[in-house]
Structures are given as C-alpha cells and as structure tokens.
C-alpha cells in the first residue's frame, strides 16, 4: 500500500457528467488541523469536489484518502457499504440547506444519528446533544423544531449535529449563502470557534473576508481545475494568474 502522510490527500480527481467534464485531474493535499478555503465562480466544481470527499459523488477518477484509508475504494457492494458509512461517520458536512428533519426538534435532530450509528444511550446522546448546541449557542432552544428556528439558528444546529459525531473532517459547502446578510455572522462565528480548536476543515464559501480571516490556505477553482492556491493573504493580495485576478475584480465589485 503507498504510503499516507497527509491527513486528507485527494489524487488526480477527475469527474464527468456524460460528457461534461466536471473535475480535471485535480491533486489536494490537507494537513490536519489545516483549514482550506475553496472560491471560485458558480459550475466551477467546487462542491462536486466537496462532496467527492465522502463519496456523495463518486469520481470518475482518482483517489481520495483520509488519515491513511482510501475513501472510494473499489470494493463489493456489502463491503462498500460497510466501508464508506464507516467513513463518512469521520466527515462531518454541512450543506448550504440546513437539511434538518422538520418532524423532530433541534435536540432530536443532533442525537438521532449517535443513537442509531454509534448505539449511544438516550441519556448519553441528549448530554451530548446538550454540549453541542450549547457549543453553537443553540442550548435555550433545544427543544424548539426547525418551523420555529431562523435560517442561521437552523444551520446552527446543523453544524451541532455534524460535530456531535464527532468527526475527523469537516465539510462545509457555501453554509451561509442560503441565509439572509444579518444571519451570516451567526454562523460564520462558529466556525470561526471550530478554527479556534483546530478541527481541520475543507470551506466551499463566496465570502472572501471570511475566508482570509479564517482559512490557512484558499484555493480559487475554474471549469474543474485549481488555478491557483496559497495563503490568503498573497492570494487575495497579489494573485499570480490572470484568471484570479479577473475572479476577485468581479467578485469584490460585486459585493459592493
């Protein structure tokens, strides 16, 4: 077996929709703890990659490895299965629509998983349950459902029932694009928190501050490759590709 020394290691990732091509040959490397930021325009396969992560869009080609396992690896069905529910249990994600179950308040929504998955009691799961929305500073509505939540309380919780399985890996793909402007701090606060404690951490975002503040390493992707990569500070402040430049021009006329 090759050996593994990074903690997420993505090999010549390629992968196409009939005969669009989405990801083109595209090399990753995360370190653990790392915090890696992804820009790029709408369609450029930012997501796909995300997703790719943990097997929810299979490549086409490729690997993908986390902490020295293969994720999609070629395997019979009932082995497979076996395989990646026991992987994805290591990636939390959290999508830009909350996906929360509407029939189950925010304390169901976070203890449902531990319970069914890792066979964790309801007493053990509601004190996990309690530790992680008050982490999000969700706790005083534990009980609510999400008819009776904000957008980012919902994505609040959300975050808490990705972390209350206590993964390896957090994925986050545009989590706040969904939410109106006022809503967005809420949520990027928390993730600022998880930065804080070095949970390692893959970010699809289109908020370019917050990717600076937070991210040790941005990469900007166009029509399924990485045009460019490197920290923040020299990305967003002297990008070398033409292409980068043309992005971030947009981009910040955009937001003004």
């Known amino acids: ?24 040959d595209i090399s990753l490397t995360v370190e653990r703890g790392q915090i ?19 097997d929810l ?31 994805r249990q290591q990636v939390g994600m959290v999508f830009q629509h909350f996906n929360l179950f509407p029939h189950m308040t925010a304390r ?10 890792k066979g964790l009691s309801q007493e053990a799961a509601d004190k996990l349950a309690e530790e992680q929305l008050d982490k999000v500073g969700m706790l005083e ?3 609510y459902y999400p008819s009776q939540l904000s957008g980012g ?24 694009s969904a939410l109106d402007p006022e809503l967005v701090e809420e949520v990027n606060m928390v993730m600022k928190k998880l930065a804080e404690e070095h949970m390692t951490m893959i970010i699809v975002t289109h908020e370019m501050d917050f990717a600076a503040s937070v991210c040790d390493r941005v990469l900007f992707m166009d029509k ?3 045009v460019e990569e490197g920290p923040p500070e020299v990305l967003f402040r002297n990008p070398s590709k033409d292409r980068t430049r043309e992005f971030l021009r947009k981009h910040l006329e955009g937001a003004k």
């Open 108 to 117: 169901q929504n976070v203890t449902m998983a531990p319970m069914m998955l």
């Open 153 to 176: 309380q919902k994505q609040r919780v959300a975050i808490a029932r990705a972390l209350a399985m206590e993964p390896k890996l957090m994925l986050f793909d545009e989590a706040t």
């Open 224 to 226: 399924g490759v990485v």
């Open 36 to 54: 890696v930021g992804i820009i790029g325009s709408s369609g450029s396969g930012k997501s796909t990659l995300l997703r790719a992560i943990n």
């Open 141 to 143: 509505r534990i009980d």
């Open 57 to 87: 869009d299979p490549l086409t080609g490729g690997e993908v490895w986390l902490d020295g396992v293969q994720v999609n690896k070629t395997l019979p069905h009932r082995q497979y299965e076996k395989h990646i529910n026991a992987m």
């Open 1 to 24: 077996m090759t050996e593994q020394t990074h903690f997420v290691d993505i090999r010549h990732a390629q992968k196409s929709f009939g005969s669009l091509e989405v990801l083109k």
